[in-house]
């Protein structure tokens, strides 16, 4: 069903991202539970004040660090990734020469097609997990821990944009960075991460690509040491003295939040 939104509405920008997913789910590629998950991704990003906060660009300038010390960076693309940033992932896959691997929690065979298919229409030359994902990850149970033995299974640095907390946990175990794009800082998968990007996808992965061309000349010493001197912990207290004052301060005012 189309959807007419005046681009008056206050909330437009963010209306049109609900009918994104809406549409990948009418297609067939979007779980029903990715439409629940960003529900609760929008409550944290009302929280956080739908706003690149500094945290998170801290965040962001060392996992493009990471990346780009990678040898074999891979991002993982599920149904709500596919939805709202499939031209973001291929475009900084290019920039930090990452592999593209469909990994999904509902997985079906149907679902990985529709998502490689909306990669490769963004320009996406290898899309991994589709009908080579005959490796597992250990001691994961979910459909997730099924990979590409060419990707997340050999991968030394992993993007998850928006994810559960298992997968995350079981990568670590396995000695490998795990990057986290999610906008609940309390989340298992915000707390398992070597690095943890509290923003909205959709905001964090265009800032990923500024930052992977800014950083594209920088030598192997300057990415190393914006690493040593990152700490996801404090990052992760940032975010919520962010969210703890930012309360405080609306608390106190008149001010009104359009909802
Ligand atoms: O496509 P599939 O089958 O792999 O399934 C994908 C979902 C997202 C349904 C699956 O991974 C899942 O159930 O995830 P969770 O456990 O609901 O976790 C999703 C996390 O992403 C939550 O912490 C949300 O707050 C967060 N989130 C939701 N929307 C966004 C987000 N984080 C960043 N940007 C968003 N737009």
Do not use: W
């Amino acid at each position: 069903m189309e959807v007419n939104i005046p681009p008056t509405h206050p909330r437009y920008q963010s209306l049109l991202i609900r009918e994104k997913l809406i549409k990948g789910f009418e297609e067939g590629y979007v779980a029903k539970a990715g439409l629940i998950a960003h529900g609760r991704g929008e409550c944290f990003d009302y929280l956080i004040g739908e706003t690149t906060i500094e945290p998170a660009l801290k965040a962001i300038e060392a996992a493009v660090a990471a990346l780009l010390l990678s040898n074999n960076p891979v991002i993982s693309v599920n149904g709500n990734v596919a939805a709202l940033v499939p031209e973001e992932v291929v475009k900084l896959a290019e920039l930090v020469n990452a592999k593209i691997e469909v990994n999904l929690f509902y997985r079906s065979e149907e679902r990985v097609m529709k998502i490689a298919e909306v990669l490769r229409a963004c320009g996406a030359r290898e899309v991994l997990g589709v009908s080579d994902a005959t490796a597992e990850i250990p001691e994961l149970m979910s459909e997730r821990r099924r990979v590409s033995p060419r990707g997340i299974l050999i991968a030394d640095t992993v993007l998850v944009p928006l994810e559960d907390g298992d997968r995350t946990e079981a990568l670590r175990r396995l000695g490998k960075t795990v990057i986290a794009i999610d906008l609940n800082p309390l989340s298992r998968t915000a707390r398992a991460a070597s690095i943890t990007i509290v923003d909205n996808v959709v905001r964090a992965m265009p800032k990923m690509i500024e930052y992977a061309q800014k950083l594209s000349n920088a030598s192997r010493e300057e990415l190393s040491s914006i690493l040593r001197e990152y700490d996801n912990n404090a990052i992760l207290s940032e975010v919520l003295k962010h969210i703890r004052n930012r309360l405080e301060e609306l608390s106190k005012s008149n001010l009104l939040i359009q909802c």
